[in-house]
C-alpha cells in the first residue's frame, strides 16, 4: 500500500535535488547545480559535492537558513532519524534543529558543533542507497532507527543523474510524512511545501 501511495505521490509531487559532481549537471530542467541540488554518478556524494557552491554552512543564524528548501531537506533526515519532531520540519534552521543537528553529529562521530558543513554533508550522503520499487527507481536515505526519508534522483524510470525530489519521510514509528510542492530542492528559496 505505501509503494503504490509513493508512487503516485512522486509522480504527482514536486520534489528535491541533491548533489553530484560539483561541475554544472543539468537537472531535470536544465538548471545547474548551483542553485539546485541534483546528483551525478555515484550517490555517496551527492551531497557533499555541493558544499562548496552553497558558499557556507547551515546554522541557527547563517545566511540563506530560513524558510528554504535545503534546511527543509536537512531537517526530514533529522526527523527520519527521531532527533528533531515532524512538526519541527519548517524549512527554517532555529535552535531546535541546531540541537538536534548536534545530536546527529555525535550519532555519526564527527564534531558536534550544530551547524551543517562538509563534513556533516558528507557523512548524510553515505546514507543514501538506490532502491527499486518494482515500478520505479528511488533514492533511500536510510536513518540509525527505523526511519528513512524517500527521493527521486533525476528520472523516476532509470538510475538517472539530475535533479532531487522529495517524496515522503517515513518517521521512526514507520508512519509517513509525504511532500506537495515546487520541482526540486532548491538552496535559497522554498518550493516544497509540507504536506
Known sequence: MRRIVLGALAAAASMFLLA???NAVPGNSGVYGTT???GAGALT?????HYSELGHS???????????DLVLMWQSILVAEGLLPASGIDGSFGPNTASATVNWQKRYGIPADGRVGNQTWSRADDR????????YYEVYYRASGAGGVYFIRG?????DDGA???????????S???FHGGPRIQYYQRTVLEG
Do not use: H, I, K, M
Open 176 to 178: 509517513y510524512n509525504f
Open 20 to 22: 553530484g559532481t560539483a
Open 45 to 49: 556524494d551527492d551531497f557533499g559535492d
Open 164 to 174: 532531487y525530489q522529495l517524496t515522503a519521510v517515513q518517521l521512526p514509528n514507520l
Open 36 to 38: 539546485f541540488v541534483d
Open 155 to 159: 528520472d523516476e524510470n532509470s538510475q
Open 128 to 135: 543514501l542507497v538506490w532502491q527499486f520499487t518494482g515500478d
Open 58 to 68: 547551515l546554522c541557527n543564524g547563517c545566511a540563506d537558513t530560513r524558510n528554504t
